[in-house]
DNA sequence: AATACGGGGAG
DNA sequence: CTCCCAGTATT
């Protein structure tokens, strides 16, 4: 495949077959920086809500900067990856403060903003300042190693070192292609170069290794498999009238800075822990959870009590608060915790 | 170089 | 069920 073949080739397809509808595909580096965020490890089809949500509350840097991260959390909650939220609280944050509400141009500058890499850094600078600059997402990793044949995992640093440099060599040398050129990197990933590739449209095929080979299944190189490992924990659903006992989770660490139930290594440590909240009654407890993160499994056992009256010490000591339930349906809550929320109401 | 970090869509 | 998604930050 030659290099400049393969910018040029990329650019017209885009033009006439790419994604022209996307709600980000606008040229204000808000939104672009917005939906890159979003859109890191999330597909697009789960993002458009969040999108659409987030841009009505905080239409621009300024509305964002000035939120708080509570809030910047609970529109997030449901997407995952929370230090997203927080970094783009924080990013907002630098942008007008340090900036004077604009967004830095040069992809070097973007990638100093927290929750901002190389990649999206590129995608920023290129969709909304033309820059010539590299995406390298996962999409490109699958159309690249694909079309040159590279194989080797593409977390591995040797093989992820190759994919920039080949990806720095193929951006066209006209910058003012570098928005198709860069969607459609994306858009050559998502459409056609996926699980099952759709060689016979694709514009690459007749210089593609994998397609010449018959290695389109074979790479990228996929992942090694790792064994999950299984944790348990035990969640207190505290109700008292119609509010529920509620904890700020630490910065850092799963859920960071989402509210959440107080969890405890068993139902002994949990009994022990209501009985100086107040007198009450801790119920039987419901079905056990599962629920899957990328590197374990983690099985909840929710235990619903019902505290009548409050003990005049203890409770103001722990990081938790009693909400309303209605309330706390609203706020910043990991996907399982909302699950039980809801459950409550029922 | 490895690991932590969510949740869900697709096959 | 398995794989992995418009990746980044931390260790």
């Known amino acids: 495949m030659l290099q400049d ?6 650019v017209a ?21 917005l939906s890159e965020i979003m859109l890191q490890q999330t597909q697009v089809t789960a993002v458009l809500e969040y999108y659409a949500r987030f841009l009505l509350r905080f239409p621009d840097v300024a509305s964002l900067a000035a939120a708080s991260v509570d809030e910047v959390l609970a529109l997030w909650s449901g997407l995952g990856y929370y230090s997203r939220a ?9 942008v007008v403060d340090e900036f004077g509400g604009h967004f830095p141009v040069q992809r070097e500058a973007l990638q100093r903003l927290p929750g901002v890499g190389r990649s999206t ?28 044949g590279i194989a080797g995992f593409p977390g591995e640093k040797a093989v992820e ?7 720095e060599a193929l951006l066209p040398a006209d910058s003012s ?14 459409t056609v170069c996926g699980r099952k590739p ?44 119609d509010r529920i006992w509620l904890e700020r989770r630490p910065p850092s660490g799963i859920w960071g800075g989402l509210l959440s139930l107080p969890e405890f290594a068993d139902s002994m440590a ?43 010490t203890g409770v103001q000591e722990s990081a938790g608060q009693w909400i309303p339930l209605q309330q706390a349906l609203e706020a910043g809550l990991p996907a399982p915790v909302k699950r039980l929320l809801q459950r409550l109401l029922a």
């Open 5 to 10: 073949s393969f910018a040029t080739r990329l």
């Open 13 to 33: 397809w885009q033009k006439q077959h790419g994604r022209h509808d996307l709600p980000w595909q606008v040229s204000d580096p808000y939104r672009v920086w």
């Open 86 to 94: 927080r970094n783009l609280h924080k990013a907002a944050v630098m």
């Open 121 to 148: 850094a590129a995608a920023i600078a290129s969709f909304a300042f033309a820059q010539r600059e590299t995406i390298l997402d996962g999409n490109v990793k699958r159309v690249l190693t694909r079309c040159f």
């Open 161 to 167: 070192k190759q994919l920039w440099a080949l990806a």
């Open 177 to 190: 292609q570098m928005t198709a050129y860069t969607q459609g990197l994306m858009d050559l990933g998502a």
């Open 198 to 241: 759709a060689c016979t449209v694709c514009p690459m095929v007749d210089g593609c290794v994998a397609a010449r080979q018959g290695r389109t299944h074979e790479l990228p190189t996929p992942r090694p498999k790792k064994a999950v490992p299984t944790r348990h924990t035990v969640m207190l659903l505290a109700q008292h009238g």
């Open 270 to 312: 949990l009994e022990a822990w209501f009985a100086r909240q107040g007198s009450g009654d801790v119920l039987p407890s419901w079905p056990e959870l599962e629920h899957v993160f990328t590197h374990y499994r983690l099985i909840i056992t929710p235990v619903p009590a019902r505290l009548d009256t409050l003990a005049a």
